[in-house]
Nanobody, 125 residues
Framework: VQLQASGGGLVQPGGSLRLSCRASGFDSDYYAIVWFRQGPGKEREKMLCISGSDVSKYYLDSVKGRFTLFRDSMKKTVYLQMNSLKPEDTAVYYC???????????????????WGEGTQVTVSS
């Protein structure tokens, strides 16, 4: 099981960025993929998740209405679309999975144990 997050960079406040989480070694379409972030001097926080049934669930109120998830099955990739970025969104972003499949109720609520390397997002003018 491998996950690779990419797409980070420097963006101005109000801008947009799309992060990718490419999966390999497992049937990623079937499993929930979770996005976390860790800002400077802060603890890692769980943001949102897309289940194996392609239902998204938010865990961080501050990203609701601005961040969305979608999946490209052909590319085995989950995308995190981030709009209206703010300086407080500056963080290292990670994708992860606990291999909770679409046959598991509330799969997004379970823990994760496979992590990809993070990608840095910096929101600054």
């Amino acid at each position: 099981v491998q996950l690779q997050a990419s797409g980070g960079g420097l963006v101005q406040p109000g801008g947009s960025l799309r992060l990718s989480c490419r999966a390999s070694g497992f049937d990623s379409d079937y499993y929930a993929i979770v996005w976390f972030r860790q800002g400077p001097g802060k603890e890692r926080e769980k943001m949102l998740c897309i289940s194996g049934s392609d239902v998204s669930k938010y865990y961080l109120d501050s990203v609701k209405g601005r961040f969305t998830l979608f999946r490209d099955s052909m590319k085995k990739t989950v995308y995190l679309q981030m709009n209206s970025l703010k300086p407080e969104d500056t963080a290292v972003y990670y994708c992860a999975t606990g291999l909770w499949g679409r046959d598991t109720d509330d799969a997004c609520d379970y823990g994760v144990n496979f992590w990809g390397e993070g990608t840095q997002v910096t929101v600054s003018s």
